[in-house]
């Protein structure tokens, strides 16, 4: 998946790995920087703290 993000001189263009877990790790093909991505969005999840606790 590639996602354009603009920081500095250039907007980064992620390759993100696969989702294993609740994060993936990224890299630009620019300019080689490296990042993780949540999986899931807060935003949408419908899962309690409470529910999460209990699975941790």
Do not use: K, Q, Y
Not at 12 to 19: A, Y
Not at 32 to 52: I, Q, Y
């Amino acid at each position: 998946m590639n996602i354009p993000t603009l920081i500095g001189t250039h907007a980064h263009r992620w390759l993100i790995d696969e989702p294993h877990g609740p994060t993936s790790s990224g890299a630009c093909r620019i300019c080689g920087a490296h990042r993780e991505f949540r999986n899931w969005l807060w935003e949408t999840d419908f899962t309690t703290m409470t529910e999460r606790e209990l699975v941790a």
